[in-house]
């Protein structure tokens, strides 16, 4: 007996023991700290605050104070890994959670001297918390360096680099960037792209609008770059002078034969679009190589592509045919003037000054665009059925290695003929977003649409299936009826425009499918495209 009363006098003793430790191991609550600024550093320019905070009750905003006035929420989310790997053991869930944040603001808005930098944390039970409070000093007489961060390549490890290799980023300046410079072992590349867009980086430093366009783009083609271990640098420099590195990474070069493919992009049209034809069913009295009837309405598929290759005169685009269903309809064997577009179709070796702009040491960009013609009908005429579809692109070298564009699933289009409706469906095109653009806040919408019987009476905007909003139509598109002579009169004034407030959805991928109503009641899916939204 007295052995089983000792025995739960030890058991009931562990248990005591064993909870006062998990009691011990259990958070007290709030956890944080403030990285920058530096308060042994004099501040000047832009005054970055950075650091982390955490609570087990979730938090719901993060508020930055200067001099105890309020100033700024701070943006929250953002990845610590350091500090999810410190805190796991004692904060379980943390590994879930991104407990990063950061925020900027103009140093030039206050006095040279002392200020006070502190920041207030909000929980979902009603809890604030002050921390990180330090004092900085100010001094507007001092040139900022740039500053900004390396994306791509990003810093975990050896990056593969292989044919064309991006490099992208983003640097600012209270002074202005002039250049950005990619080195790779301490010489000099070539030169970033500097200027688009990133609101993220708007939306970190809201009193400087200029880095909103802060980003930069550089596409190395490290064919020119011997197989191996190399040193990346990307260095920015301001219009007084001043540099700084922005980043710093270690690539691994391999070109080989089975790599280095084509690559390239689908301009138009957009998944989804549904593309119609006249004529259905008529099979062309002279057959051409691809089948027109002369007076079908046509579509245009355009885009560009480009190749790179370590071998000699050998890696260039041989050939781009365009295929539906997995079948070639057109091939640029078939290249020849046509006097609808009023430029050659068929072909490639078109002009894309864009894509030279940003493949400025590629031989073939300045002429690196392709367009086919598709006469729906015609297809039709041969046996096609109205209905859904599947076109890509596959382009060629000259060694035999190809690609297929955008993917070697292609996108899924749908072919209608008007004889089936007796009325012409909605032509259009979606600018912005590009498919898989990062985006918050408010975003701008923005294409064009184009109706040839009916005009268009509504553009339609759908996310995940769900209806928006309508677009503002009537806006100025003269582009569109150079562009396409087929639209000439309707195409001057086809622009519409859509702002979304992206805060209304998830921080997930979207798609936006846009829909146009002619004047008949007539609807036509123009294209969808898909995007991320990225919202504190």
Known sequence: MWRWVTRGLVLTCASLIAAAALAQSQPTGFVGGVDLPDPTVVQSGVVLVKGYAYDIQQLTRIELYVDDAFQYNVNLGLPRIDVVEQYTPQYPGIQNAAPGFQIGFLASRYSDGPHTISLKAYTTDGQ??????????????????????????????????????????????????????????????????????????????????????????????????????????????????????????????????????????????????????????????????????????????????????????????????LLIDGVEWASTNDCGFNTLFNQYANCYGLPRFDVERYYPNYPDAPRSGYMFTLDIGALVGFGVNPGNHVLKVRVGDRQGTFTELPNPDGIPVFFECVTDLNDFPSVGFIDAPVNYDYIKGNAVFQGWAVDENGGVAAVTMFIDGNNVGNAQIGLPRPDVAQQDPQFFAQGANSGWKFVMDTTRLSNARHRLTVEVTDGRGHQTIIGSVDFYTQNP
Do not use: M
């Not at 909103?212 to 490290?222: C, K």
């Open 128 to 321: 604030s918390i002050e921390f990180g409070r330090r004092t900085v000093n100010i001094d507007n007489t001092l040139n900022q360096s740039p500053f900004g961060f390396l994306d791509i390549p990003d810093p975990a490890g050896i990056y593969n680099a292989t044919s064309a290799f991006p490099v992208v980023g983003w640097a600012t300046d209270t002074d202005g960037i002039s250049e950005v410079d990619v080195y790779v072992d301490g010489l000099i590349l070539q030169s970033a792209i500097y200027g688009d867009p990133r609101p993220d980086v708007g939306n970190t430093f809201p009193d400087f609008p200029a880095s909103i366009f802060s980003g930069f783009v550089a596409n190395i083609d490290t064919t020119r770059i011997l197989d191996g271990v190399h040193l990346l640098d990307v260095r920015a420099t301001d219009t007084k002078g001043v540099s700084r590195l922005i980043g710093r990474r270690q690539i691994q070069v391999f070109n080989s034969e089975a790599e280095d493919k084509p690559f390239g992009y689908i301009d138009e049209p957009k998944r989804d679009a549904v593309l119609y034809g006249t004529f259905c069913g008529q099979v062309p009295a002279s057959p051409v190589s691809p089948p027109i009837n002369p007076n079908s309405h046509v579509t245009p598929v355009r885009g560009w592509a480009l190749d790179l290759a370590p071998r000699t005169e050998v890696g260039r685009v041989s050939y781009v045919e």
